[in-house]
């Protein structure tokens, strides 16, 4: 890939579209070779899905490593913080529920269904906890739908 023409040249214009493109169709699938993106993130053992730009900022020196999960995750909430400005008494629990919403369907679940007497029984995130930052769990759905690509952290 580094050698090839198309993908530096589109790279230098910063057009990733493009080089997606051109690897799904000239590069993935080739018979006898069978490469794709699958094969590609199982291979590199990550703890999440990336992207096929990701793949290619890495190969290309843009990148030095992959981030985690967990690192994503803590950016995410940081974004939220710096936006939102809950007092400090708050961010742990917000923490919690921000990563526990994004990676565990139940908690996403309890949230879409209303029905929040399952937090009683939840092992990611506790009834307790949910009544005491009641308003921002009510605000982290709305937030994750309009700002968090939920595809990474799969």
């Known amino acids: 890939m580094r050698a090839n023409l198309f993908i530096k040249e589109n790279l230098e214009k910063e057009n990733f579209d493009a080089i997606e493109e051109y690897i799904k169709s000239k590069i993935f699938e080739k018979p006898g070779e069978n490469f794709n993106l699958e094969k590609l993130r199982k291979s590199l053992r ?5 992207s096929l730009r990701e793949i290619i900022e890495k190969i290309f020196g843009r990148i030095k490593v992959f981030k985690t999960k967990e690192e994503l995750l803590d950016k995410e909430v940081e974004k939220f913080i710096s936006i939102h400005k809950p007092n400090s008494r708050e961010v742990p629990l917000i923490r919690k529920f921000l990563k526990a919403y994004i ?11 209303k029905e929040f007497g399952r937090f009683a029984t939840n092992s990611q995130f506790s009834m307790e906890e949910y009544k005491e930052v009641r308003k921002w769990c009510e605000m982290i759905p709305e937030y994750v739908k309009d700002y968090v690509s939920l595809n990474k952290f799969m």
């Open 46 to 50: 990550i703890d999440r899905r990336l």
């Open 103 to 113: 990676v565990d369907p139940e908690v996403k679940d309890i949230m879409e269904s």
